[in-house]
Every structure is written in C-alpha cells, then in structure tokens.
Nanobody, 125 residues
Framework: QVQLVESGGGLVQAGASLRLSCTAS????????MGWFRQAPGKEREFVAC????????YYADSVKGRFTISRDNAKRTVYLQLNSLKPEDTAVYYC??????????????????WGQGTQVTVSS
C-alpha cells in the first residue's frame, strides 16, 4: 500500500506562484512514474503533468506547458509541481497519483492506482 499526501496549495492572485508537494509513505513509490491531475468544480478530473520514474522525462498538458514544472526527489519520496504565472482558470483541487505501470508515462487517470487526498489551489483575478 502507498499513501500520498499533497501540500502547498493556497489562495493567490493571478500571476503568482505556488509549489505543490506530494510525499509518499508505505511501500516505496520509486521507480514508478508519477502524475498530477486537477479537478475544478463541475468539471472532470484532467491531466496536468507527469514524470518518469527516474525523473528524466516529463509531459505536460497544453494548458500548463511553459508555466508548470514537475520534478521529483526519489530519496525524499517526493514529487513537486511548481506553478508559475497562475491564472484564475487554474483554480482546482490538485491531486498527485502513482502510475500502476513501472515504465513510461500516461495522461489517463485510469493508469494511476494510488491517489492523494488533494490540495486546493485558488487563483483570484
């Protein structure tokens, strides 16, 4: 069993930055790929970013490319999501998740088996 705990969310103004963290406990989350998803009220959960098990490969949704950066520190069992130039449309609950596969990466939430409880990000205009 793997437990994931997100932190770092908050209320910020447009243009500000936040850094989200996701720390794993229980069975190690390495070397599995990890992802970040978000869900706004009344909308479906959407892919944000993912990172390969070793951290050398990353992939982003078009809506956040160039503004968000995903990274990981396997020694600390932590995955990060740096959010820059935040926009009101980035407002959502952000979730980290562990891939059910040990290789590659995926943008589909169906390919992730462990999820955190989420952290709220609210961006005011």
């Amino acid at each position: 069993q793997v437990q994931l705990v997100e932190s770092g969310g908050g209320l910020v103004q447009a243009g500000a930055s936040l850094r989200l963290s996701c720390t794993a406990s229980g069975r190690t989350f390495s070397p599995y790929p990890m992802g970040w998803f978000r869900q706004a009220p009344g909308k479906e959960r959407e892919f944000v970013a993912c990172i390969t098990s070793g951290g050398t490969g990353t992939y982003y949704a078009d809506s956040v490319k160039g503004r968000f950066t995903i990274s990981r520190d396997n020694a600390k069992r932590t995955v990060y999501l740096q959010l820059n130039s935040l926009k009101p449309e980035d407002t959502a609950v952000y979730y980290c998740a562990r891939s059910r596969y040990s290789q590659g990466y995926s943008t589909s939430y169906r390919d992730y088996d462990y999820w955190g409880q989420g952290t709220q990000v609210t961006v005011s205009s």
